[in-house]
């Protein structure tokens, strides 16, 4: 297969996917108790830092100038939007710095994005398929503060954030064209998406079942 062929099945693998974290598919909106907009920023905040710390030791670990600079661009926004999510909690009456996103340590999908070892696999996992997840999530995150009425919330996130991790989406989509030129690269690839995406759902079902989190936005 070229790598075209395979980006482009992987792309429809991954949206097939995708289509379970449709809003209106598993997650019927269920408002109730502590589900909101801060509560889902705080949640945005952990993502944030998550990916800016795994993006960066991904920078440093390649020799690779095209995928350093890709990774470098994905740190400068990911830790943007952690500086963007904190000045929206401070509108909206909560103290950013209370918040340590890093208390409870890594989660799962940052210690399995942190095992893997060759750049074909952490660009699609963590950059192909990871925000593709966070542009379905945050659209379902944008429709969510709409309903409640949090206009600023959804204006960031629709202009500024969710442009962003598409633009990640898209590099990862980019860097995959250049390295999943052969069998081995594409197999380990498609093993990291899946992986990718059912550490994703597993996380997203504990986060409703545990604290009725849904709704929360990628990265
Ligand atoms: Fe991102
Ligand atoms: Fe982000």
Redesign the pocket.
Known sequence: MTAAEFVAGLDAENQNALRGLEPDTTLKAEVSGALNVPNLLKVALRN?IE?TEI?ARWLVATDDARVKLAFAR?VG??AK?YRLIAERLKELGFDPEAVDPLAGGFGPLFRYLDSLTTTVERVAAG?FT??AI?VVKNRQFIEFCERVGDRATATLYRDVIEP??R???ELGRSLLLRLATTDDAQASATRAARRTLELAEELQRKALSTAGIHHAP??
């Open positions: 944030e990916a993006a994905q926004d990911e939007h950059q990871r925000e966070a962003d991790e633009y990640h989406h990628g990265c």
